[in-house]
Every structure is written in C-alpha cells, then in structure tokens.
C-alpha cells in the first residue's frame, strides 16, 4: 500500500496570463479518404475507408484538428503562444525568472521526423522572445502528453521554494510531423501551442490559486505509447513514427486517472461537488467522457455533472502538451461558447500520456 503524499502550499501561486496559437490550416477528415491504412502487423486493412474514418470520428468525436505550416516548427508556434500569454499578463520579459517548456519531439522540420532538441526548444524560444537576461533558466522537460502540466507542477514547486517569482510554462507539439500516414491512430494528432505565466501572489491571504497537485508513473505500461517504424512493410525509409496501443491506453486511463483526480482533490480537502471545471487532456472525446463518468462514480454521484468538462478534440484534435493550456486560454478569454469561470471557481486539470505518466493540479481562481 502506498501512503499518499500531502503537501502544505507555504504561498499562493497563480496564473497571471495565458496564450494559446491554433495553426492556421484546417484538416478535416475528409482529407485521409486518400490513404491507405495498414494494421499493426503489416497488412493492408480490408476495411473500406469511409468506414475506417467514420468509424474513428464515432469513437473519438474528431471532426478536424490543425496543422503547422510548412515553415513553422515547435519552438515558433511555442513562442507565438508566450508571446500572448507574457503580453496578456502584462509583466515585463525580462522579470521571468524560468522557462519550462513541454514538448516530444522538439523541432521537426517538414517532411523529416527527426527531432532536434540541440540547442533546447525553451533556449530557442528565450531568444525568440529576446531576453537577455542570463539568470533567466530555459530548460525542456519530457513527460508525455502530460508535459505541460506537470511544468506547472514544477513552477509551483520553484516558486514554493523561493526559488522563483515568476515562471512561463509552454506546451508546444507539431505531432502531423512524427505520424504515420498509413497508420489510423495518425489521425487523431494534431500541432498547437499553449503557455502560461505564473507567480507568486503578492498581498493575498486567500486560498487562491494552486491548491494541490498529484501524478504518478507507471512504467509497466510504457509499451502503450512509443516510437516506431510505418505499418506499411512497402514504406521507402526506417523513419520512426508515434505508435499507440489504442485499446491498452484506454482501458488505463479509465482505470488510473479517476483515482489521481481523486488523490489531488483530497489533498486539497476538497470533494468533486466542489469542481466547476475538469480540464481534461483532449485525448478521445469517447475516452474522456468514461473517465468523468468513473470519476463521478467513486465518489457515488449517478448523474455526471452538465457542462463541468468543456471539450476542445471536435475541431482541434489532439495536440499533446498543448491541449490543457490552448483548453485554458480559451475558457478564461471567454472563447469556449457555453462555458465561463469566475473568481472563487474550482478548476481540476488532469492528463495522461506516454510513460504512463498522469498528473492533476486542483486550482481555485483568484
């Protein structure tokens, strides 16, 4: 038996400001009725592509997600997304005392899915956004799709330590880059950046900001998301591609991430009745809907919450270590129709991703 772990927050951090950039082109699913799809083992899917694409937008409510540009990579859309979030926060670039930035795959350029990491992606976007200052620490930070969050995790931590006052967080993926064109799940992945700013809240003695955090590793599963070669035996190259055990991560996550909520919230003394928003990791429209539903039942609710989890995988798809923070940027600047915070207001974030990592941050609005 594992003993749960409890932290006392000594300050309140908050989010100051948020950004968020959607790639301009639009891909919808009609755009794959052009390729041919393999299974795992080699052979080419007797099912009529129609089918295969009706199919996946049934199961993942996927209708469109987005895509960089030619000439763009991780670490510009990742600086077009802390350009917003530093402007909107209204802080000045050279106070920022780190830069944690999430991602994969780093930089991959058009039609290569080799990543390049060398120098870091959060040193490219530093000098992008043209800070001098050199006490100013840029480092990348790989966790899955779980990434960005658990770069907050690590600026709260940073900044409960006094070791930081001021923090950007960025969660950046051009995932189009490293798919498989004859694999299914390729369809599911999209690019997008997301980041915030956050500090340490001044004259406050409110119980503001991040309340709790929890993750957890499970390496036994580490199988259920990797790096590997094209389902197409006939593919021209050894590139390597993303690969995902649809049905393993599945049965995981709905099994695993209830309960991180669940630890999260108790640290904060909180129940689920509590909760005005679930941001959740746009992984699988179907996937995420079951895990609020088995979320609501460890704590005997029958009826799942109306309208506590927006939802973002309809149009955008999923985009990783972006998804949490683009879900965010949207909500608080009022661009998610149906669905607005408010001060005092409980937010639970929560994903899940290769490793398996899943982490949860409980935060209440300033």
């Known amino acids: ?8 927050m000594e300050k309140n951090t908050i989010i100051v400001g948020t950004g968020s950039y959607l790639p301009k082109k ?3 699913n009609s755009y794959f009725l052009g390729h041919s799809f393999y299974e795992s083992n080699g052979v080419l899917s007797n099912k009529p592509i129609e089918e295969i694409i009706t199919t996946f937008q049934k199961i993942t409510e996927i209708n469109e997600r987005r895509y960089v540009d030619e000439n763009e990579v991780a670490s510009d859309i990742g600086y077009f997304a802390a350009k917003i979030a530093i402007e909107s926060s209204g802080i000045n670039l050279e106070s920022i005392d780190y830069i944690i930035v999430a991602t994969n ?7 290569n899915t080799n990543p390049d990491f060398v120098p870091s992606i959060a040193a490219r976007i530093k000098n992008k956004l043209g800070i001098k200052n050199p006490s100013m620490v840029a480092f990348d930070l790989i966790f899955g799709c779980p990434g960005w969050l658990q770069g907050m995790i690590v600026a709260d931590a940073l900044i409960q330590s006094e070791n930081a006052k001021t923090v950007l967080v960025v969660g ?10 004859h ?4 369809m599911i992945f999209s690019d997008g950046a997301g980041a915030t700013i956050i500090q340490a809240a001044a004259n406050t003695s409110k119980n503001v900001g991040i309340l709790s955090t ?12 990797t790096m590997g070669k094209s389902y ?12 995902m055990n649809g049905q393993g991560v599945y049965k995981y996550a709905l099994k695993a991430v209830p309960l991180v909520v669940q630890e999260a919230l108790e640290k904060a003394g909180l129940f689920l009745g509590d909760v005005t928003k679930l941001l959740i990791h746009q992984a699988n429209g179907k996937m995420d809907a079951a895990i609020l539903e088995n979320l609501t039942k460890l704590y005997g609710i029958k009826e799942v919450p109306y309208g506590i989890m927006p939802m973002t995988i309809q149009d955008l798809g999923n985009s990783s270590v972006a998804t949490i923070p683009t879900l965010l940027d949207l909500l608080v600047k009022n661009n998610l129709p149906g669905h607005e915070i408010k001060s005092g207001d409980v937010i639970v974030f929560a994903s899940v991703g290769a490793g398996m990592n899943i ?6 609005m300033p």
Do not use: W
């Open 1 to 8: 038996m594992f003993q749960t772990k409890r932290y006392i």
């Open 26 to 28: 639009i891909i919808p």
């Open 105 to 111: 795959f780093g930089d991959v350029a058009f039609n």
């Open 172 to 181: 950046t993926e051009t995932l189009s880059r490293v798919c498989d064109p």
């Open 183 to 186: 694999d299914r799940d390729s």
């Open 214 to 225: 929890a993750a957890r590793t499970d390496a036994d599963y580490a199988n259920m998301l």
């Open 232 to 243: 197409n035996p006939f593919y021209h190259n050894d590139d390597l591609f993303i690969k």
């Open 359 to 364: 982490n949860v941050m409980v935060y209440r």
